[in-house]
């Protein structure tokens, strides 16, 4: 699961800049949108919608908000977090933290799991704080930073090109979709 690749990519927006990493299964950018909220002082938002391709061989699904603040809270800097995920099988719906003006938390009673927080959700949540979070407009190429881990990868670790990303993931052959 090492990650080699880092990409800081400017929005449309002035207040917001997107991050990504290369992770085999997918980026992970928790630790560092924690670290980078409390230490630039600003809010910090980790999403993830991950299709549930497990039947095929790829990876289990999710969709995850996570608000991450410039002040310590009772778990490190985590105003708030909201998650659906394929537990190992099983689906699981989790809520933490500060619930913020924008969350239709009548959803969260849905009788089926994975309709208590959905993806299109996560985009009106995120449009909230000013984030098109599934619109590529909403990027710019212009100003992108990559920063990129030198040196020799620890043994055992495996690097993937992009195809090959996929078809582990279980997503080979798919197109790239909005929800």
Not at 12 to 33: H, I, K, L
Request: glycine fraction near 12%.
């Amino acid at each position: 699961m090492e990650r080699t690749k880092y990409l800081f990519l400017p929005t449309q927006s002035e207040r917001w800049t997107a991050y990504f990493d290369n992770g085999a299964n997918g980026g992970d950018p928790a630790t560092v949108m924690s670290v980078l909220a409390e230490r630039m002082g600003c809010n910090g938002v980790r999403v993830c919608v991950q299709q549930d391709t497990i039947e095929k061989g790829g990876a289990f699904g999710a969709t995850i908000f996570e608000l991450y603040g410039p002040a310590q809270t009772n778990f490190l800097n985590h105003v708030r977090g909201i998650s659906v995920a394929n537990d190992g099988g099983r689906w699981t719906f989790d809520t933490n933290g500060e619930v913020q003006p924008f969350e239709r938390t009548d959803q969260y009673q849905a009788r089926r799991i994975r309709d208590r927080f959905t993806p299109a959700m996560l985009g009106e949540y995120c449009a909230a704080m000013g984030i098109v979070v599934f619109a590529e407009s909403f990027y710019r190429v212009e100003g992108a930073v990559v920063v990129e881990r030198q040196g020799p990868l620890p043994d055992g670790v495996e690097e993937f090109d992009l195809e090959t990303a996929r078809e582990r993931l279980g997503l080979a052959g798919t197109q790239r979709r909005s929800p």
